[in-house]
Structures are given as structure tokens and as C-alpha cells.
């Protein structure tokens, strides 16, 4: 497994921007498809965004599309989340997860997870 830890959730005002960043520790993320998930109270954990390894094809959920964009560095060990034009229900805890080869929208396909950031917007 991969060790993951997230940074960079806070707070922020409705329409403002966060980036919230992934870094994997004891091991690279050669070979390995990154996801953003996030989980509000009381809700299941959602897909958001993931990317492939070579980081040339990326998945978005649809209400996201056009406000986040995920990305990840050249060297492939830290993963970011580009989070523009911020609404009220983008609050929640993001994680980011590790899936190995595979680029999935699927929670259960992801094999090393994150311990959560936490993002909370203000209207």
C-alpha cells in the first residue's frame, strides 16, 4: 500500500478557490491512478475527479466539471485538486486514494486511501 496525506482544505467563502494537494510517502505513485473522493455528513464517500498515472487522461464528476481540475507533478508523487468557484454543497472531507493501474470511479478499486482534509464553504 501507498501511505497518502492531504493537505490544503480550510475554509473558504462561496465562489473562492482551494487546492487541496496529495503526497505519498515510503513509495512512489508510479503506475498508480489517483481519485479525489469527498464525504459530507451523513453521506456516502463520492467520487470526484481521478487521473492515470502518465496524468494524460482525467475523470470528472459532473458537477464539478469546469470548477475543479486534478493534476499531479512531474515526478507522479503528489496529486492535486483544483477547486474554483466553490459552493456551499462542495463542503465536506476529501480524500484522495490510490488505485494501482487502474483509473476508476469506483471507491472499492482504490486500494491505499488518505486520512481526509476537510473543506467547508460559507455562503
Known amino acids: 500500500q501507498v501511505q497518502l496525506v492531504e493537505s490544503g482544505g480550510g475554509l473558504v467563502q462561496a465562489g473562492g478557490s482551494l487546492r487541496l494537494s496529495c503526497a505519498a510517502s515510503?513509495?512512489?505513485?508510479?503506475?498508480?491512478?489517483m481519485g479525489w473522493f469527498r464525504q459530507a455528513p451523513g453521506k456516502e464517500r463520492d467520487f470526484v475527479a481521478a487521473?492515470?498515472?502518465?496524468?494524460?487522461?482525467?475523470h470528472y464528476e459532473d458537477s464539478v466539471k469546469g470548477r475543479f481540475t486534478i493534476s499531479r507533478d512531474s515526478a507522479g508523487n503528489t496529486v492535486y485538486l483544483q477547486m474554483n468557484s466553490l459552493k456551499p454543497q462542495d463542503a465536506a472531507v476529501y480524500y484522495c486514494?490510490?488505485?494501482?493501474?487502474?483509473?476508476?470511479?469506483?471507491?472499492?478499486?482504490?486500494?491505499?486511501w488518505g486520512q481526509g482534509t476537510r473543506v467547508t464553504v460559507s455562503s
Open positions: 486514494a490510490a488505485s494501482y493501474g487502474v483509473l476508476t470511479t469506483a471507491p472499492g478499486a482504490y486500494d491505499s
Open positions: 515510503g513509495r512512489t505513485l508510479s503506475r498508480y491512478a
Open positions: 487521473i492515470t498515472w502518465t496524468g494524460g487522461t482525467t
